[in-house]
């Protein structure tokens, strides 16, 4: 099937509503949408944040995906929106995509994880259509948005066996991840959920030489995942020459990068994922905290 191509309005309403009971978001004319897949009868959309000046025809930018978190059973499309618009912002071809969940397609983390590895093929495949470097993929998210980011670049297999190409990879080439729940074996966050495809399912199971260089931001309070979790998949990385970053920050709990929860938070994993970026020789130059600072929903008057 031949995906949608829609630029969405500026006029239209909140949301447009689509068959099935995934929804297509109006990112109020800053976001092209496209249908990436269709499965469990609904299309699934990835929305595309591109630099301004951004020639499709003759770039090769890198480029980024990110995925909401949610538990596997539910969260909006909407979470990462700061995040990919700052990187577009910064010279990157910057995407947020739905997927399928629990409470929308009573489905379970395995189609979590087959959807996250579409949409980065979906990416790749289309990348010379699109201005993006093949080669410079990254995938992001928070908790089990992190988890299905994670998977992309570590774990092989859980692929949707319906994919019509499958010789092009689905593997990530960065992963920036925000309290990730990468470890699902019995003492990790939701083995009872995921214990049918362990270990296949756990990134931090699957740790290789060829994964790609991650960086992780973690509360010190997190409830869900472990400091000792966040340190042990580190050092695993590191073990195996991954290059690897984790970054803990101090009385914070589950989520506290989001704005609303921690606008100091929000900013300072914002910087340092641009750091790490820079790190890659993806980004260049400083970040731009001006604009960063634009993006707040209540932006600093300092």
Same mark, same amino acid.
């Given at each position: 099937?031949?995906?949608?191509?829609?630029?969405?309005?500026?006029?239209?309403?909140?949301?447009?509503?689509?068959?099935?009971?995934?929804?297509?978001?109006?990112?109020?004319?800053?976001?092209?949408?496209?249908?990436?897949?269709?499965?469990?009868?609904?299309?699934?959309?990835?929305?595309?944040?591109? &630099?301004?000046?951004? +020639? %499709?025809?003759?770039? /090769?930018?890198?480029?980024? *995906?990110?995925?909401?978190? $949610?538990?596997?059973? @539910?969260?909006?499309?909407?979470?990462?929106?700061?995040?990919?618009?700052?990187?577009?912002?910064?010279?990157?071809?910057?995407?947020?995509?739905?997927?399928?969940?629990?409470?929308?397609?009573?489905?379970?983390?395995?189609?979590?994880?087959?959807?996250?590895?579409?949409?980065?093929?979906?990416?790749?495949?289309?990348?010379?259509?699109?201005?993006?470097? &093949?080669?410079?993929? +990254? %995938?992001?998210?928070? /908790?089990?948005?992190?988890? *299905?980011?994670?998977?992309? $670049?570590?774990?092989? @297999?859980?692929?949707?066996?319906?994919?019509?190409?499958?010789?092009?990879?689905?593997?990530?080439?960065?992963?920036?991840?925000?309290?990730?729940?990468?470890?699902?074996?019995?003492?990790?966050?939701?083995?009872?959920?995921?214990?049918?495809?362990?270990?296949?399912?756990?990134?931090?199971?699957?740790?290789?030489?060829?994964?790609?260089?991650?960086?992780?931001?973690?509360?010190?309070?997190?409830?869900?995942?472990?400091?000792?979790?966040?340190?042990?998949?580190?050092?695993?990385?590191?073990?195996?020459?991954?290059?690897?970053?984790?970054?803990?920050?101090?009385?914070?709990?589950?989520?506290?990068?989001?704005?609303?929860?921690?606008?100091?938070?929000?900013?300072?994993?914002?910087?340092?994922?641009?750091?790490?970026?820079?790190?890659?020789?993806?980004?260049?130059?400083?970040?731009?905290?001006?604009?960063?600072?634009?993006?707040?929903?209540?932006?600093?008057?300092?």
């Amino acid at each position: 099937m031949k995906a949608a191509l829609t630029t969405v309005s500026m006029f239209a309403a909140l949301v447009i509503p689509v068959r099935g009971d995934i929804k297509q978001h109006d990112f109020k004319g800053a976001a092209i949408a496209e249908v990436y897949k269709r499965a469990s009868g609904d299309d699934l959309w990835i929305y595309r944040f591109e &630099p301004d000046g951004h +020639a %499709a025809n003759d770039d /090769s930018r890198p480029a980024a *995906v990110f995925f909401f978190g $949610g538990g596997w059973n @539910g969260g909006t499309v909407t979470q990462f929106r700061q995040h990919a618009e700052y990187l577009a912002s910064r010279g990157m071809v910057a995407f947020v995509a739905d997927y399928r969940v629990k409470s929308r397609q009573k489905t379970g983390p395995d189609a979590c994880v087959a959807d996250g590895k579409s949409a980065i093929r979906w990416v790749r495949t289309n990348a010379k259509r699109l201005g993006i470097d &093949p080669k410079r993929i +990254a %995938a992001g998210g928070g /908790s089990a948005g992190g988890h *299905v980011a994670a998977t992309t $670049g570590i774990c092989d @297999g859980l692929e949707d066996p319906t994919e019509k190409d499958s010789t092009v990879s689905s593997k990530s080439n960065a992963l920036l991840l925000f309290n990730p729940v990468y470890d699902n074996g019995p003492k990790g966050y939701g083995h009872d959920r995921t214990k049918q495809w362990f270990p296949e399912i756990s990134p931090a199971h699957n740790i290789t030489a060829d994964d790609p260089p991650t960086i992780v931001f973690l509360g010190s309070q997190d409830s869900l995942i472990p400091v000792s979790t966040a340190k042990k998949f580190d050092s695993d990385l590191k073990a195996v020459e991954v290059e690897s970053e984790v970054w803990i920050y101090n009385g914070q709990s589950h989520g506290f990068f989001n704005e609303h929860r921690s606008q100091e938070s929000f900013l300072d994993t914002v910087l340092k994922m641009d750091a790490f970026l820079v790190s890659l020789g993806w980004l260049q130059g400083t970040a731009d905290e001006a604009k960063l600072n634009s993006l707040l929903k209540k932006p600093r008057t300092e």
